[in-house]
């Protein structure tokens, strides 16, 4: 089955910091590469997701990158402000209607 | 509306109880979730209904039986539950990949449940 790896499991940062999420995933096969946030006491959500024809994204401060090759995918986040403060979670497909989610990434900003 | 909601948001129960997660929603999603989700954990899937069918089971145990009486409605009935099944409880619906779906699920807030 699909094997999914994030890193790191934590990360602080300072307020205005950037910070890069990685997720490695196994099958080739994958075309659809989601990054979702949970934020404490709350449900995951998209935040930002790209397919496998291009190899970047953004969304203001939020961009993902696609390297098929190496079959990795990373979040960046850049001017980190607190409310970025959350869980995120990689969640490659692993078949039919189904997401395989990462085991999340802790970011701390710290004011 | 582009909301999943469920009820309840906090339940306790017996281990001899029987209750029902309900989860609903209307933005015409053809393929429905139930997750389980442990503290500091990512979600797991349990099981995923595709038109109404259920098309995965991650081996879940018997007492958790889900149901979907139709396009809007996913239901979770829990019977004879252990405290190890204590967790928030996510439901999950998308376009379904048949319809050119691209994955995108969209989750309800949780049943945060607790078994005594």
């Known amino acids: 089955g699909e094997n999914v790896e994030q890193h790191p499991s934590t990360l602080s940062v300072q307020e205005g910091d950037s910070a890069v999420i990685k997720c490695t995933y196994s099958?080739?096969?994958?075309?659809?590469f989601p990054w979702y946030k949970q934020e404490l006491g709350k449900r995951p959500q998209l935040i930002i997701d790209i397919r496998s024809n291009v190899g970047e994204k953004k969304d203001q401060r939020i961009a993902v990158t696609l390297n098929k090759t190496a079959k990795h995918f990373s979040l960046h986040i850049t001017e980190t402000q607190p409310e970025d403060s959350a869980v995120y979670f990689c969640?490659?497909?692993?078949?039919?209607?189904?997401?395989?989610f990462g085991a999340g990434t802790r970011l701390a900003v710290h004011p | 509306d582009t909301e999943v909601t469920q009820t309840p948001k906090h339940l306790v129960m017996g281990m001899t109880n029987k209750k029902s997660l309900k989860c609903e929603q209307h933005?015409?999603?053809?393929?429905m979730y139930w997750y389980k989700q442990k503290a500091k954990k990512p979600p797991e899937l349990m099981f995923v209904?595709?038109?109404?069918?259920?098309?995965i089971n991650e081996s879940v145990p018997s007492r958790f039986s889900p149901e979907c009486p139709n396009s809007s409605l996913l239901n979770l009935h829990l019977h004879a539950l252990q405290p190890e099944d204590s967790a928030l409880y996510l439901c999950?619906?998308?376009?379904?990949?048949?319809?050119?779906?691209?994955?995108?699920?969209?989750f309800g807030p949780g049943t945060r449940l607790t078994v005594l």
């Open positions: 999950a619906s998308s376009q379904d990949r048949l319809a050119g779906g691209n994955n995108e699920q969209f």
């Open positions: 933005m015409g999603h053809r393929a």
């Open positions: 969640a490659p497909p692993g078949g039919y209607n189904k997401l395989i």
């Open positions: 209904y595709s038109y109404e069918k259920l098309s």
């Open positions: 099958d080739s096969a994958s075309n659809y």
